[in-house]
């Protein structure tokens, strides 16, 4: 799978407007979230294949897991694990928190028409279906590929692919994937849509590093926003916006995804300036 991306910045004393209008323009109320991000990278292996199956979680078909496997052959790449946080837990936790919270939503597979907004991300395919499925409860394991060389077209393209985990120890998943956690991150905004694009206006966070612990990065108690601090100090947003196309070998779907993702670029344009990412900034190899 494909994505497209762009990118743009929206100080702190423009947050408000600023999602004001992205209401405005995708006809939906933001959806607040708040994500914890586990990021692991391969462990050093001896010369030879990796292990072609892992048994640590239930409900993972096989060829899904080969064929994360196959997208990372060659470089080595990180791997991030992506869970929504209790939006209630946590803002009693924080006596009422900053009003960012996750909101479960269900992910949906379209063939590019307007249907009913959503807060997940959409894609672009060549099929007249809708595939729902729950992942408020779950973590994804998430593979981002690096860029495409920027020149080539006039929106960041990379290679994608997500694994849901449904159930199961997602750490001892990733042991038997060979991969170890480096580091955990939160970022915490609302999410929109709009057609098959999907808006995040977002800030990342780092957890202070006593709040926490080597042996439970999954742990819940320590993903709170009062546990932590803005990665970036001037309290910038980011907004991304983002289309996923099912197949990028086809180019009527990724001419169909270039030209939305363009058109919303327009409608942005003398609100936020959005431009293709530095192709570097985006790099996940190890």
Do not use: C
């Amino acid at each position: 799978m494909h994505e497209l991306l762009l990118f743009g910045q929206v100080p702190s004393s423009r947050h408000e407007q600023v999602l004001s209008i992205l209401a405005g323009i995708a006809a939906m109320q933001p959806q607040p979230f708040l994500e914890k991000r586990l990021v692991f990278k391969p462990a050093k292996l001896p010369p030879g294949p990796r292990p072609s199956h892992a048994g640590a979680v239930q409900g993972v078909p096989n060829p899904q897991i080969q064929a994360i496997q196959a997208q990372t052959q060659g470089d080595n790449f990180y791997l991030q694990l992506v869970g929504d946080v209790n939006t209630t837990k946590t803002s009693k936790e924080q006596g009422g928190g900053s009003g960012n919270g996750a909101k479960g939503g269900n992910g949906r597979t379209r063939d590019g028409n307007p249907l009913h907004p959503s807060p997940e991300p959409t894609t672009i395919t060549d099929e007249k279906t809708e595939d729902q499925h729950n992942g408020s409860e779950s973590w994804t394991l998430q593979f981002r590929d690096l860029p495409e060389v920027a020149g080539r077209r006039p929106v960041t393209s990379r290679l994608i692919y997500d694994l849901e985990l449904k159930d199961g120890d997602p750490l001892a998943f990733m042991s038997e994937l060979e991969y170890t956690h480096v580091s955990t991150y939160l970022i915490s905004g609302h999410r929109l849509s709009h057609i098959s694009t999907s808006l995040l206006l977002f800030r990342p966070h780092v957890p202070f590093p006593s709040s926490t612990h080597p042996s439970r990065p999954l742990s819940s108690q320590e993903a709170t926003l009062a546990r932590s601090r803005l990665l970036d100090s001037s309290g910038t947003y980011i907004l991304q916006v983002a289309l996923r196309v099912s197949d990028g070998t086809k180019p009527e779907l990724m001419t169909r995804g270039i030209t939305e993702l363009l058109a919303l670029k327009e409608m942005l344009k003398g609100v936020v300036e959005m431009a293709v990412a530095e192709r570097l900034s985006l790099d996940t190899r190890v």
